[in-house]
């Protein structure tokens, strides 16, 4: 399957969040050990859960693009990982949790391996 996306800018993920059913974004940057240490495993899942055109792994360094995404998305510490459905921030039930998830905090690596494993199954019956 596919590599995670490195966001060159705003329209870039735009155009990513409109193209794809849906979307995991990280919100990291090169400097955070955290984010290193995910970051093989963000990888990896998106190796195994991508779906062309349905499901994309998607990551924004915050040390190259602007401000006003973090803003926008309310992104106040890294690694931060969104949940996108049809382009707007949204959650996905998970197996065990009480309320859709729709951010993971941190390098929360049992967190992330759910939503993306939950997302892998939507974007494969879609």
């Known amino acids: ?19 794809n059913k849906y979307a995991i974004v990280d919100f990291w ?9 995910i ?3 963000f990888a990896t899942l998106a190796k195994t859960h ?27 510490s890294i ?3 969104l949940v996108f459905a049809d382009g707007q921030p949204g959650g996905v039930d998970v197996v065990g949790r009480d309320e859709p998830v729709a951010r993971i905090q941190g390098a929360d690596s049992r967190g992330l391996t759910l939503v993306a494993a939950a997302l892998g199954e939507l974007a494969k019956e879609s």
């Not at 940057?29 to 240490?37: D, G, H, I, Y």
């Open 39 to 41: 970051g093989p495993l």
């Open 1 to 19: 399957m596919a590599e995670p996306t490195a966001v060159a800018s705003q329209a870039h993920l735009t155009t990513l969040l409109t193209t």
């Open 29 to 37: 940057a090169s400097w955070c050990p955290p984010c290193q240490a």
């Open 50 to 76: 991508s779906v062309p055109g349905k499901l994309v792994f998607a990551k924004v360094d915050m040390d190259l693009l602007t401000p006003e995404i973090a803003k926008q998305y309310d992104v106040r």
């Open 79 to 81: 690694p931060t990982f």
